[in-house]
């Protein structure tokens, strides 16, 4: 099972099926942007980033695309796996090219994905 | 090499009371910033300091207050605590030149 649109609190997907989780951002000037995954008691572990002159990127298992036009950025996860369970954040920040990062990070809303066996 | 480093990871406070919560980045790293998670407004930027230095603020009242040593570690303090300071506050250690946000496990205030 995938999902995809406008930002949803929980996904649930079938072990082995692929998930997609989108983000909306809202600052036109930001330029840098990062998919963080969050376990409970824990904090936001960094899965991949992307720069606003790239439009996709892949890791191991993971995709990260990016829509500068209408401002939205997406995550894949291939053969979602048990692992894969956990709040999954998307940020974004300005001054990656200027300014050195002293932006701070602007996080979403966060989307729960729920791996069902 | 070393994660970053929060301490402490539970504290219980009292309304009223302070509150100073530790930071030591990534070795290396230049750039610590602060965030506080809640399930209401979800993880929000606090402030970022640079080799000891305010670079940025996030919309947060004055009673939250922050400072880098010249190690780079940091610390940031809440005064006169109040029921709603009650979160999980997050360091995140970077190299300062852009990217790179590698976040601790944060500290759980909870102010009664």
């Known amino acids: 099972g995938e999902s995809v649109g406008l930002h949803l609190p929980t996904l649930s997907v079938q072990e082995g099926d692929n998930s997609i989780i989108n983000c909306a951002y809202s600052?036109?000037?930001?330029?840098?942007f990062i998919w963080y995954k969050q376990e409970s008691g824990k904090g936001p572990q960094f899965i991949i980033d992307i720069r606003s002159n790239m439009d996709k990127r892949q890791g191991q298992r993971v995709t990260v695309l990016l829509n500068k036009t209408v401002k939205h950025l997406s995550l894949q996860i291939a053969a979602t796996q048990p692992g894969d369970s956990a709040v999954y954040f998307c940020a974004e920040t300005g001054g990656m090219y200027s300014g050195g990062g002293a932006d701070g990070l602007t996080f979403g809303k966060g989307t729960h994905l729920i791996i069902q066996p | 090499k070393a994660g970053v480093t929060q301490t402490p990871r539970y504290l219980i406070k009292t309304r009223g009371q302070q509150v100073t919560l530790s930071c030591s980045p990534i070795?290396?790293?230049?750039?610590v910033s602060w965030y506080q998670q809640t399930p209401g407004q979800g993880l929000q930027f606090l402030f970022e300091y640079f080799s000891e230095t305010q670079r940025n603020k996030g919309n947060f009242p004055g009673r939250f207050s922050g400072r880098q040593f010249s190690n780079s570690r940091s610390e940031m303090n809440v005064s006169t605590l109040e029921l709603g300071d009650s979160a999980l506050y997050l360091c995140?250690?970077?190299?300062?030149?852009?990217?790179?946000?590698?976040f601790g496990s944060g500290t759980r205030l909870t102010v009664v």
């Open positions: 995140a250690s970077s190299p300062g030149t852009g990217g790179g946000y590698t």
């Open positions: 070795s290396g790293h230049r750039s």
């Open positions: 600052n036109s000037a930001s330029d840098y």
